[in-house]
């Protein structure tokens, strides 16, 4: 069983866009600039929005964090963003999602420049995505490309399982895939709470990818010898043995897990930190297309 280590993954990609930026610098150039607004007073939205700009800083990209407040009308935070996207020195824009109830998702996706929308989740870059041709691939599924590819894991003519169909993880990764092309051409099928016979469908899969947010959800009895494990979940559980008084699960039973399979994502260490890397990625993607480069 090999370990896929997104620290390994992250850094080696982190290092790359970190020589990108000292060659803009160094012609006079102006770094990129991610801005990220953050509603609210979420403990994990805080945690990865954080750590989102700590990884702009260590690759020499400018940032922002906008805070507002839990109550803000959706009004004011729409015109937050359109003060973002009118402002030609900020390339890329992130709402940390899940947003406060008076607020309405789609309708704040909606808004932001589909040209800096560095999440893609802009219904413009998920229809590039859908055929074929996108601009920004979302961090989370761009994330697990990453990790594929870095570790050469062939995707062609394979089975794999899909848990969970969430527009942010679930939908493009099984989109994704099944396309034709490098990390494609896979036969995908897509498992959620209305599956019947979930552990089967895993059981002949040859790469599994959880994300449906329930630790422990895949067990050892649902993968077959060999097979790729992708585990996606990230839920805080109390753990008083902590200094945080939590600790992170993730979507699968390792212990029982790992001895079957020849590959699996560690949680905390696998593909949440591909993912901050691929924001990474698309950010400088903003950059260059804003400048038309
Ligand atoms: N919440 C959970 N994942 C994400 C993500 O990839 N982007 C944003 N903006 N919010 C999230």
Not at 12 to 20: E, G, P, R, T, Y
Not at 106 to 134: E, M, R
Request: with cysteine; charged share 15%.
């Amino acid at each position: 069983m090999v370990l896929l280590q997104g620290t390994i993954v992250a850094q080696a990609l982190k290092n790359d866009l970190k020589a990108i930026v000292d060659s803009i610098l160094l012609e006079n150039k102006r770094a990129p600039n991610l801005a990220a607004i953050l509603v609210g007073d979420n403990g994990a939205s805080k945690t990865y929005v954080s750590n989102k700009i700590k990884a702009c800083k260590e690759v020499g990209f400018q940032s922002t964090i906008i805070n507002l407040d839990e109550n803000v009308d959706q009004s004011i935070l729409i015109n937050q963003i359109e003060k973002l996207n009118n402002n030609s020195a900020i390339d890329g824009i992130l709402v940390q999602l899940p947003l406060p109830k008076q607020i309405n998702e789609q309708d704040i996706v909606k808004s932001i420049n589909p040209s800096k929308d560095v999440d893609g989740f802009h219904p413009l870059n998920t229809g590039k995505l859908l055929t074929g041709n996108p601009d920004f691939i979302p961090a989370t599924p761009f994330g697990i490309l990453l990790m594929l590819s870095h570790y050469n894991i062939e995707t062609s003519g394979k089975k794999v399982v899909v848990i969970g169909r969430s527009n942010i993880v679930g939908r493009p990764i099984s989109i994704l895939l099944s396309q034709l092309g490098q990390n494609g051409n896979a036969t995908v099928t897509v498992c959620h709470s209305k599956t019947n016979n979930i552990e089967q469908l895993c059981l002949e899969a040859d790469i599994v990818i959880a994300a449906v947010g329930i630790p422990n959800f895949v067990k050892g009895n649902m993968i077959k010898n060999g097979a790729v494990v992708i585990d996606v979940g990230i839920t805080r559980v109390p753990d008083n043995s902590k200094k945080l008084g939590y600790s992170i699960k993730g979507d699968v039973a390792f212990d029982e897990v790992f001895e079957k399979c020849s590959y699996i994502t560690p949680v905390p260490g696998g593909v949440g930190l591909t993912t901050i890397a691929a924001l990474l990625k698309n950010t400088l993607h903003a950059y260059y297309m804003n400048q038309g480069i």
